[in-house]
């Protein structure tokens, strides 16, 4: 068993290591929790100990074969329950996730099996995030942001990077949510800022940093 910020470490890692294809340092671990690099350190060597990381200077940190099993299982409660939260207690989008950072670490083996089961084995959660499967097979994630696709396409919002509450409001306030179609109109070349289209309904434009936190099919 861990501690829940031992948790929250492993969860990090994890998902550092589904975006980027690049070494993990202290500092991206650091920058991911919002905490300070000295704490980092002291919680890798914890985590070394309990053989739950590899940590090496020049290569970064990789979770090992036991490290990687308990933080897709981590993962897993957290996409679960953000699900639950959101079709079957009728919470927002942009409520669901700091419920599901508390929930997520429930210390009961089958618990996360029977929710799978009940909620009819979903593959993704409500942000478009893919849901770890109990033999820890992760159904296909999406990587292509709408800030680098082309113009005068069209394209279905599959998933969003940024789940802060601020962004998924601000995505409310547009009706767009996963499953929403989108087409790019034009990328303006003075700030990356894009011209869309959403749902076909007339012309919006977003930041370049918009477009860098909402992910496409």
Do not use: C
């Not at 501690?3 to 991911?32: C, H, M």
């Not at 985590?47 to 993962?75: H, P």
């Amino acid at each position: 068993m861990h501690t829940l910020t031992e948790e929250n470490y492993l969860k990090a890692i994890f998902r550092i290591s589904q975006s980027v294809d690049v070494k993990i340092t202290p500092t991206a671990i650091a920058e991911a929790l919002g905490n300070n690099p000295a704490s980092v350190i002291d919680m890798i060597k914890k985590l070394t100990e309990k053989k739950l990381i590899d940590y090496d200077k020049r290569e970064g940190v990789k979770l090992t074969d036991s490290g990687l099993n308990d933080a897709i299982q981590i993962v897993r409660k957290h996409r679960l329950w953000e699900v639950f939260l959101l079709e079957k207690l009728n919470y927002n989008w942009d409520e669901i996730h700091a419920i599901a950072e508390e929930l997520e670490h429930i210390q009961d083996d089958t618990l996360a099996d029977r929710l799978d089961k009940f909620l009819g084995f979903p593959e993704y959660d409500p942000h478009g995030d893919p849901i770890p499967k109990a033999n820890g097979k992760v159904p296909k994630s999406y990587s292509v942001t709408l800030a680098n696709v082309k113009e005068g396409q069209s394209y279905r919002v599959a998933a969003v990077k940024d789940t802060s509450s601020a962004f998924l409001q601000y995505l409310l306030k547009l009706n767009i949510g996963i499953g929403t179609d989108i087409k790019l109109i034009e990328k303006i070349s003075f700030d990356n800022s894009l011209v869309i289209s959403i749902g076909g309904k007339g012309n919006t434009t977003v930041s370049q940093k918009f477009g860098e936190n909402i992910l496409v099919d």
